[in-house]
């Protein structure tokens, strides 16, 4: 059996000031490339959504649809460090239907630990799930499922007031046991306000260079898509890359140059 990290590991990374790197996975072929990069760990992210199911926003994921992708990111990564985000609903409800659903997500996905959303009001469900043997990763500042509240994607803890705000956050979520919580577009000084005032680690998200790790979502980082969001840098193009390939494809099909003598059987 493979030995895989445990929640302790992140810890000491953040106690040794050694960055973490957390990057999406979706499917089995890019989290096997994730964890030949290295990567810490691979998150199941409801962003699964818009970038490879093609909704608008996170909110129309399933839990079935969620379990779905983990499974195969788990088999795709065996011995990865791999976090399944609760979708939107599937832990607001009730703490029984959180509890649930989150032992799912490691008894079905073999996912290692779940995240999910929310600050001082989130304590006592990270609490509850912890206490049942869940790891959890909690997520501050700019919060996607509830989009349609904030009225849109906006920069949180701009203002003193709401900068107290996300920093009280995430000391309840401290206090309540998660091992690590995102830092999801604040501004840079208060990711670092905020890092340095926790003993779990951060990880951000367009929060600056201070958090104890970063993580980003698969589509950005390899540029599948044709934009993407200032926090993202873009490390290839492999959209392009795809589209000229494929065109490529279709071109030498509609001429008759493929497939030709070395392609075919004889």
Known sequence: MLKRTTVAAFAKRKRENEKIVMITAYDA???AAAADAGIDILLVGDSLAPTVLGYRNTLPVTMEQMLHHAAAVRRGAP???VVFDLPFMSYQESLEK???NAGRALKEADADAVKLEGGAEAA???????????PVMAHVGLLPQRVQTAGGYRIQGRTPEAAQRVLA???????????????????????KTVTESLNIPTIGIGSGMDCSGQVQVMNDVIGLFESAPKHAKRYAEVGRIVREALSSYASEV??????????SFQ
């Open 29 to 31: 072929p890019t989290a």
């Open 169 to 191: 956050d995430a000391r309840a979520v401290e206090a309540a046991g998660a091992f690590a919580v995102v830092l999801e577009c604040i501004p840079s000084e208060l990711g």
């Open 98 to 100: 959180a509890l649930h």
């Open 254 to 263: 509609r001429g008759g140059v493929f497939p030709d003598d070395e392609h």
């Open 124 to 134: 006592p469900l990270i609490e509850a799930l912890v206490g049942a043997g869940i």
């Open 79 to 81: 011995g990865s460090f």
